[in-house]
């Protein structure tokens, strides 16, 4: 479960930084857009990358070897 939320995690924030057009324009992603304005969803975006990446680290702690 851990890479998975790595992998999540750093997807997001590329999508962010790189400011793709199709993430932003996902009718999922819309209501983020619409609410907040583009910079604001991708503000919102990179913020939940991090805690994908957060949870990532936490699961890697926790999860037996």
Excluded: K, S
Aim: charged content about 10%.
């Amino acid at each position: 479960m851990a890479p998975l939320a790595y992998l999540a995690g750093i997807f997001v924030i590329v999508a962010v930084l790189v400011d793709w057009n199709w993430f932003f324009e996902h009718p999922r992603a819309r209501f983020f857009v619409d609410a907040f304005g583009r910079g604001g969803a991708r503000v919102f975006y990179a913020i939940f990358g991090c805690g994908l990446l957060c949870l990532g680290f936490y699961l890697r702690q926790v999860q037996p070897a």
